[in-house]
C-alpha cells in the first residue's frame, strides 16, 4: 500500500485555522492526495483531493509540496462540527487505484 | 439526491452464527465497496465491484466472507461463522466511477458485535 503518515490527534481552538499534515514520501507521479473525514458513528466523508496543485472547495483547502512527498489540509476557522479523524490517502495506479485508509489524525475542537 | 443505504444499522450475535448486510448504492453509481472498521482503526477494503462483478477481494477473508452484487445495484455482505474478532462496523461506499480523482460516497455503516 502506498503510505501516508499523519499526526494520530491535534488539538484546535474553535474559530482558528487548522493545518492537518501529511507525509507521502513513496507517492508515485500518478497518485492523487485525497483527504476524507470520518465524524463520530458516521462512515467517512470527501473533503478534498488534488495532484499538484493547491486546491480550495467550500470545506477546505489542500496544499501540496512542490516535491509532492507532503500535503497539508488546511481549515480556514475551525468549527465544534469539523471534529473528526481526517484522512489521508494516494490513490492511484500505484494503489491498485484503490483506497488505503490510514488510522488518520483525530482533531479535537475546543470551544 | 439519497445516499448510501444500509442495514442492519446494529447488530448482535453470538460467535459461529451467521450474519448478513445488505447495502444499496446511489443510483448510477457502477462502483461498490465493502469496508470493514474495526474499534480504533481506519477502515479496511474487504471488495471491491465493478457493476457485478469482482475487481479486488485480495484482503476478503473468503473462508468466512463472501459478498454479491447480483444486477449491479445492490449487494449483500455475509458472514458465516463469525468470529469475535468479526466485531466492527461494516461499511458500504459507491463511486460513479473506478478513476483515480472519483469520491466515495460512504453509508452510516452496519455495526456488528460477535458475543
Known amino acids: 500500500d502506498a503510505k501516508t503518515t499523519q499526526p494520530n490527534s491535534m488539538e484546535s481552538n474553535e474559530e482558528e485555522p487548522v493545518h492537518l499534515p501529511c507525509n507521502h514520501s513513496t507517492i508515485s507521479g500518478t497518485d492523487y492526495i485525497h483527504w476524507y473525514r470520518q465524524l463520530p458513528s458516521q462512515g467517512p466523508e470527501y473533503v478534498i483531493h488534488g495532484l499538484t496543485s493547491n486546491v480550495n472547495n467550500r470545506m477546505a483547502s489542500l496544499a501540496i509540496a512542490e516535491d509532492r512527498k507532503s500535503s497539508t489540509l488546511i481549515l480556514h476557522r475551525a468549527t465544534l462540527r469539523d471534529a473528526a479523524v481526517y484522512y489521508c490517502i494516494l490513490r492511484g495506479t500505484n494503489t491498485g487505484n484503490q483506497f488505503y485508509f490510514g488510522t488518520g489524525t483525530s482533531l479535537t475542537v475546543i470551544p | 439526491e439519497a445516499g448510501v443505504a444500509q442495514s442492519p444499522r446494529y447488530k448482535i450475535i453470538e460467535k459461529r452464527q451467521s450474519v448478513a448486510f445488505w447495502c444499496n448504492p446511489i443510483s448510477g453509481h457502477a462502483t461498490l465497496y465493502w469496508y470493514q472498521q474495526i474499534l480504533g482503526q481506519g477502515p479496511k477494503l474487504l471488495i471491491q465491484?465493478?457493476?457485478?462483478?469482482?475487481?479486488?477481494d485480495s484482503q476478503l477473508p473468503k473462508d468466512r466472507f463472501s459478498a454479491e452484487r447480483l444486477k449491479g445495484v445492490d449487494s449483500t455482505l455475509k458472514i458465516q461463522p463469525a468470529k469475535l474478532e468479526d466485531s466492527a462496523v461494516y461499511l458500504c461506499?459507491?463511486?460513479?466511477?473506478?478513476?483515480?480523482?472519483?469520491?466515495?460516497?460512504f453509508g452510516e455503516g452496519s455495526r456488528l458485535t460477535v458475543l
Open positions: 461506499a459507491s463511486s460513479p466511477s473506478r478513476g483515480n480523482t472519483g469520491e466515495l460516497f
Open positions: 465491484f465493478q457493476n457485478n462483478g469482482v475487481v479486488d
